[in-house]
């Protein structure tokens, strides 16, 4: 299936952007009319991945992140977060809940908000070349009267 | 993104107001913070009424405070929960630890 509409965003991995994507891509996903809910769910997980980029794949550097986020004519959103940062060595062990590499206050719980506010996330990532994170959401149809 | 903070008696309140995440979190922890060390309060309260964003930073940063307030002895609830953030914050078990009042159950 082809995609109905994409758009593409390189940004640098500043704590700043994080705001800036998940709005950008909030105003994008806006096109199909989401629901309220669906709307902030699709923003709370691009925040997530967007911020693990920040935080995690390039370390105290700046790096770039890529996003691709296009829809389909039967409402699923998919959106592309990736970075050529560190790379996670042990997906598994990185996608469970309160599993955190950084102390501080990470509470471990960034891939455990991106599956239960999507209907799926992948997770592609070579230590040393980066990650590739996936976000799928399929939006409810809307009756307009 | 900004936090005013109130004290009445024992308590402590913080007004957390804007977008909470990763990118916002470090001055509103270290203003919660300086308050509690300095006024010690029996209960710290955390009210989101304002908040129109939060993400799992936001869930870092009610843990560390219930740290801080532990310290002091106090008591840590959060307030004025949206349903948005209450499905973040329900996946973190802060349940345990804290009071949590959802928006609906602040009226009436
Ligand atoms: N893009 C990335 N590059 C490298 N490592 C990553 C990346 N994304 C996640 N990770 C690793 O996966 C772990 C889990 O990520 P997750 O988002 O679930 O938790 P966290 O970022 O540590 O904490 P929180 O998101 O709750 O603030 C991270 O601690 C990190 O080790
Ligand atoms: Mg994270």
């Known amino acids: ?145 | 993104m900004s936090v005013r903070i109130e004290l009445s008696e024992d308590k402590l309140i913080a007004y957390l107001e804007g977008e909470l995440d990763h990118h916002a979190a470090p001055p509103i922890r270290q203003q919660i913070d300086e308050a509690i060390l300095q006024h010690k309060p029996k209960k710290l309260i955390i009210d989101f009424e304002a908040l129109s964003f939060m993400d799992s930073s936001g869930i870092g940063l009610v843990m560390g405070r219930y740290k801080t307030a532990s310290e002091v002895g106090a008591t840590l609830t959060v307030q004025n929960i949206s349903a948005q953030v209450y499905k973040v914050m329900r996946l973190s078990g802060i349940d345990r630890i804290a009071v949590i009042k959802l928006k609906s159950q602040m009226r009436g």
Not at chain 1, 12 to 40: C, H, K, M
Not at chain 1, 56 to 83: C, F, P
Not at chain 1, 96 to 117: C, D, I, K, N, T
């Open chain 1, 1 to 145: 299936m082809k995609a109905v509409n994409q758009i593409k965003l390189t940004l640098p991995s500043l704590s700043a952007n994080e705001g800036f994507a998940r709005v950008a891509v909030g105003a994008f996903v806006s096109q199909l009319d989401p629901t309220v809910d669906e709307l902030a769910d699709i923003k709370t997980a691009v925040s997530e991945a967007v911020t693990n980029c920040a935080v995690h794949a390039y370390g105290d550097a700046i790096g770039t992140i890529y996003i691709i986020a296009e829809y389909y004519s039967d409402r699923t959103v998919k959106i592309k977060i990736k970075d050529k940062g560190c790379g996670i060595e042990n997906i598994e062990q990185a996608m469970q809940p309160m599993w955190s590499s950084l102390g501080g206050e990470r509470a471990g719980l960034g891939f455990a908000v991106m599956q239960s506010f999507t209907d799926g996330v992948k997770v592609r990532s070579v230590l040393g070349k980066g990650t590739t994170v996936t976000l799928k959401k399929v939006l409810s149809q809307r009756v307009h009267i």
